[in-house]
């Protein structure tokens, strides 16, 4: 890039992840130009700077974005499961009860997706403190066995020792609450959830195909 200005003029150079920039002037002496001068400034942490700005602004639009539309997408999926309620007090069929489980459990992964959304459009603002991790893995199991679609999930934890770490407990909550709920789709609902609670790392498998 290159600017001019009677006869000095600029650029910018980048090279091997630096940006210099070269300014060129006249040396003039007695109304005549003896030679060229030039001056150069190392701006890579200035355009660094700008860059993540760029970026920063981009992610807030689309934060904004997308909560906008998940909120759009939450009344009509809310008057949706409304309906599917009504609907299905009052079939008596095993086929049609079939078809109404299938529509509770789409209906409920629309939501999660929402909840997703909707935290990744919010700027977070955690609640740090310090946490016994398997106090907590242990609330958030019993939590997630009293839904009937995990009827048949298995989870397995091990190395309960107390383990107190400091962190936010909703958001880790949240995220093993996710890994349990997907492990509950890969495997249409007869997981096997294992769960090991290693140093302060939270290591989460199943018997998923993925």
């Not at 997408?73 to 009504?86: H, V, Y």
């Not at 397995?156 to 770490?165: A, H, K, R, T």
Request: aromatic letters at 4%; proline letters at 3%.
């Amino acid at each position: 890039m290159m600017r001019s200005h009677h006869q000095n003029h600029w650029e910018h150079i980048t090279k091997d992840d630096k940006t210099l920039h070269i300014a060129y002037f006249p040396i003039i002496i007695d109304n005549v130009q003896k030679a060229d001068g030039y001056h150069i400034s190392d701006i890579t942490d200035l355009r660094n700077a700008q860059k993540k700005m760029i970026q920063k602004k981009r992610l807030e639009h689309l934060g904004e974005f997308s909560a906008k539309v998940a909120h759009e997408i939450r009344n009509p999926l809310a008057c949706i499961s409304g309906c599917a309620e009504i609907l299905e007090a009052d079939c008596n069929a095993p086929e049609q009860k079939t078809v109404f489980d299938m529509m509770t459990t789409e209906i409920d992964r629309l939501n999660n997706l929402l909840k997703d959304i909707l935290v990744f459009a919010r700027t977070p603002r955690l609640s740090m403190d310090e946490v016994d991790i398997a106090q907590l893995i242990e609330k958030q199991k019993e939590i997630f066995l009293t839904s009937p679609q995990a009827e048949n999930i298995k989870i397995n934890i091990q190395g309960m020792d107390q383990v107190v770490i400091h962190t936010d407990q909703n958001v880790i909550a949240q995220i093993i609450m996710t890994l349990w709920q997907n492990s509950l789709e890969a495997t249409q609902g007869n997981a096997v959830i294992e769960v090991m609670i290693q140093n302060k790392s939270i290591l989460i498998s199943d018997n998923g195909p993925g």
